[in-house]
């Protein structure tokens, strides 16, 4: 006998989600390049972050052969306001190589797709679902959470017997049909209804025959990795006016944290600065000798597990034009890549008035 339970559970999820689904941009095309970079950059980055700038992207790169063709200026201008630049780097490696190998056109294989730079196994399964309506599970976070709560799933969902589990369980829903619906569905329960803290148990559409609910074990599932614990940086930047209205930034050198996005002149976001003294000495050390004198505001910021402070001082500019890596422009220049410490740094002082720091 065939269990009933992922027919009763495609069924449930998706006459939920035909109700309660969010009116996403991304979610009004089966363009296979749309839908990439939709996912590309749901990664890490809060929906609303997405909203934004996905048309702004897809104005510019309607096709990837225009990304394929872009610098990294260009690039990277486009992708402000997502963070984790590596991905839009990836994404242009991916867009090269569906020129080269496949004439521009995004193929329909998930082999092929998968094979391509940039796309691991969750955005093959996304585009492929979505896009071309083949059943590849598309795993998150989100499904993640979902399936180990629902059908009670005790091994860590990153060890290699949870992660099968969890794509087991995708697989007995795909093949109830509707490959793309099923996993944006599943996405959107884990997004709105069985969220990480407080499920809303009482919304849910699949509560009925829901373990975790059932044994009150939705606090301990899904099993997670330990965290890792947050390291606190104090650092500190120089804001150097240039000629009226630009500022003096610098290249961020390969390899780097923001590697080839533009920085205010400083250690680095990582490295400890104590103050306007050491700041100096800072820079005079990278070729920039100037003053640096009061502070002029305080913004947060994280990467990975590290809570970063940075206090911005106020610098003289300096008498002759820096050489590069050293470079001027304006706070607001779109071309211009600023980090987004940078960005946090111009609207907390008021140069600009986007990426206010909490
Ligand atoms: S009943 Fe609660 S725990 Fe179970 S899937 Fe729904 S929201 Fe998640």
Sequence with gaps: MPDPVPRRFAGRLLAWYGKHRRDLPWRRTSDPWAIWVSEVM?????????????????QRFPRPADLADADDDTLLGAWRGLGYYRRAR??????????????????????????LPGIGRYTRGAVASIAFSH???AVDGNVERVLARHRGVASAVKSGTGARRIRELAMELLAEG??????????????????????????????????????????????????????????????????????LG????????????????????????DGPEELAAELEARGLRCTVGGALGRVQHGITNH??????????????????????????????????????????VGLTAEERSP
């Design 135 to 137: 059943p590849e599970p």
């Design 90 to 115: 990836l994404l242009r490696d991916g867009a090269r190589a569906v020129v080269e190998r496949h004439g521009g056109q995004v193929p329909t294989d998930p082999e092929q797709l998968g094979a």
């Design 178 to 247: 509707h490959p793309g619906d099923v996993n944006q569905a599943l996405m959107e329960l884990g997004a709105t209804v069985c969220t990480p803290r407080r499920p809303v148990c009482a919304e849910c559409p699949v509560a009925g025959d829901c373990v975790a609910r059932r044994d009150g074990t939705t606090a301990q599932l899904p099993v997670l990795p330990p965290r890792v614990a947050a390291v606190k940086v104090a650092t500190c930047v120089a804001l150097i006016p240039w000629r009226g209205a630009q500022i």
């Design 307 to 348: 809570r970063i402070t940075v206090c911005a001082f106020a610098g003289a500019s300096p008498a002759v034009r820096p050489r590069p890596p050293w470079i001027a422009a304006r706070p607001d220049d779109p071309d211009t890549p600023w980090t987004t410490i940078a960005r946090k740094v111009f609207a907390t």
């Design 250 to 273: 610098v290249r961020v050198a390969a390899g780097a944290i923001n590697a080839g996005q533009v920085d205010l002149p400083g250690p680095g976001p990582l490295v400890a600065c």
């Design 42 to 58: 749901l990664q890490q980055t809060r929906v609303a972050a997405v909203t934004a700038a996905y048309e702004r992207f897809l």
